[in-house]
């Protein structure tokens, strides 16, 4: 997608759910950065994860920003110093 889009850093992220198992009781999941990506760099920009209970109990739409915050472990883009919103 990169090599055809030709993003800038910021512009494309993609938000990764790893598989859960069974015994799995929390959801983690990672916001890459596809450009970063394509330059040969780890291209994660966000960390996160909320317990299985908490995302089952929400419908999709329920997942606003306020709601995002409060589960993100690790923000590389607050770091970097770009909106997260």
């Avoid at 993003?7 to 993609?14: K, M």
């Avoid at 799995?24 to 994860?49: C, H, L, N, Q």
């Avoid at 409060?70 to 883009?77: M, N, T």
């Amino acid at each position: 997608m990169q090599q055809v889009c030709g993003f800038d850093e910021g512009e494309c992220l993609v938000v990764v759910f790893p598989p859960l198992s069974l015994l799995t009781r929390t959801a983690e999941w990672f916001v890459v950065d596809v450009a970063k990506t394509a330059a040969g760099g780890a291209g994660v920009v966000m960390r996160g994860k909320a317990p299985f209970g908490a995302l089952e109990a929400m419908q999709p739409v329920e997942m606003d920003v306020a709601t995002l915050q409060k589960h993100i472990v690790e923000d590389g883009l607050k770091a970097a110093g770009k909106k997260t919103q």
